[in-house]
């Protein structure tokens, strides 16, 4: 199994600022997930960062309002940037090991 | 695109009776079917999951069946108690290599 470090696990942000989410992997994985999560909804992708490449978003999302960073095997940051209210969400971060996805303890945001 | 369609959205139950949550998928190259239990305020967890090569897969009170071709999968709970309260998200590993999550269960266990 792995264990993924996920911080901050909150933080209330006004508006226009932008929050840096890290997630730190006890294992050397290749893929990683970046989701958000609304409050009673599903997981929603926004994104897949690979070690050594950009980041691949899924539609709806773009790299100038969430830019990722995967530096190395074991880490990876998602911002989320020029934040407004409609960004409040959980977001959480995921890695695949051995295709079995494990997940951080998820980011609570509060856009105020 | 990819897209992975879970029903019901609510499902309530008496304890100790059993309950059902179905799924579709659209990528017929999908080949890994994980089933995730997320309680309130806590990250998604993996309770069971399936590969395409496999019609049915059982682990203590719950099972899992998988239909290839009419691209469909179901989590079975039998005896439930009430710890089994909880959101129940299927999902689908695409040919993309990415994990598509249904819309989720709200499941609650009536004592």
């Known amino acids: 199994s792995a264990v993924i470090s996920q911080k901050p696990s909150r933080d209330i942000c006004q508006r226009g600022t932008s929050l840096t989410i890290q997630c730190q992997v006890d294992?050397?994985?290749?893929?990683m997930f970046w989701y958000r999560q609304q409050p009673g909804q599903s997981l929603t992708l926004i994104a897949t960062a690979n070690q050594g490449s950009e980041a691949t978003y899924e539609s709806g999302f773009v790299i100038d309002k969430f830019p990722i960073s995967r530096p190395n095997l074991t880490f990876s940051t998602l911002t989320v940037s020029n934040m407004s209210p409609e960004d409040s969400s959980i977001y959480l971060c995921?890695?695949?090991?051995?295709?079995?996805?494990?997940f951080g303890q998820g980011t609570r945001l509060t856009v105020v | 695109g990819e897209n992975v369609e879970q029903h019901p959205s609510t499902l309530s139950v008496q304890e100790g009776d059993s309950a059902v949550i179905k799924c579709t998928y659209s990528?017929?190259?999908?080949?890994?079917f994980p089933w995730y239990k997320q309680e309130l305020g806590k990250r998604p967890q993996l309770i069971i999951d399936i590969r395409s090569n496999v019609g049915e897969k059982k682990d203590q009170r719950i099972a899992v069946t998988l239909n290839k071709t009419a691209k469909h999968f179901s989590l079975h709970i039998t005896e439930t108690q009430p710890e089994d309260s909880a959101v129940y998200f299927c999902a689908a590993y695409s040919s993309a290599s990415k994990i598509i999550f249904g819309s989720g269960t709200r499941l609650s266990i009536r004592p």
């Open positions: 294992s050397q994985v290749t893929m």
């Open positions: 995921s890695a695949f090991l051995n295709t079995e996805a494990f």
């Open positions: 990528d017929s190259a999908s080949n890994y």
